[in-house]
């Protein structure tokens, strides 16, 4: 499997949500897209992780990382980075976390509402629940989205 390395500046979007990104040298970036999958595994300062190819209107091709992210590899806003990409062989895996993965396997509504749903979808939903930083906050989360997956009450079911 092709790995691509290189260095990029931790950049912010200024309008919107001021999202924190690494730029993606467009010519990697189309390479990797041709592969057939958007979700690669990066390396930011040899840290590993999954994340997107995601682009804008004006065709740039970037990595989406957080604050929290930020802090644990030791960079800012400006700061160089290191990175280290290639297509992720599982690009549907989604990393449920051991409360969720518990509360799905003694709901079964709730599971099977879940596993029908598309593998972004799932991805943000079991997001919710795994960024959460104390047990206590992921089991109640947990508890809460199968409560909502049951009942049809999700914010899109809403709308």
Same mark, same amino acid.
């Given at each position: ?12 979007? /200024? ?11 467009? /010519?990697?970036? &189309? ?20 994340? *997107?190819?995601?682009?804008? #209107? &004006?065709?740039? #091709? ?36 051991? &409360? ?10 709730? *599971? ?15 997001? @919710? ?25 999700? @914010?899109?079911?809403?709308?």
């Amino acid at each position: 499997m092709k790995e691509y390395h290189f260095a990029a500046p931790v950049l912010r979007f /200024e309008k919107g949500n001021n999202r924190h990104y690494v730029p993606i040298p467009i /010519e990697i970036a &189309e390479d990797l897209l041709k592969s057939g999958s958007r979700r690669v595994i990066a390396t930011l300062n040899g840290h590993e992780l999954r994340r *997107a190819v995601n682009g804008n #209107r &004006e065709g740039e #091709r970037f990595l989406t990382v957080g604050i929290p992210l930020l802090r644990t590899i030791g960079v800012k806003y400006g700061d160089t980075v290191s990175v280290g990409l290639r297509a992720d062989p599982y690009p549907d895996r989604i990393d449920l976390g051991e &409360e969720f993965a518990t509360v799905l396997e003694q709901d079964a509504e709730a *599971a099977e509402r879940f596993f029908a749903m598309t593998p972004g979808r799932r991805r943000s939903l079991a997001y @919710y629940v795994t960024s959460a930083k104390r047990e206590k906050t992921r089991i109640s989360r947990a508890l809460e989205l199968a409560h909502k997956l049951r009942t049809n009450t999700l @914010y899109s079911d809403l709308n």
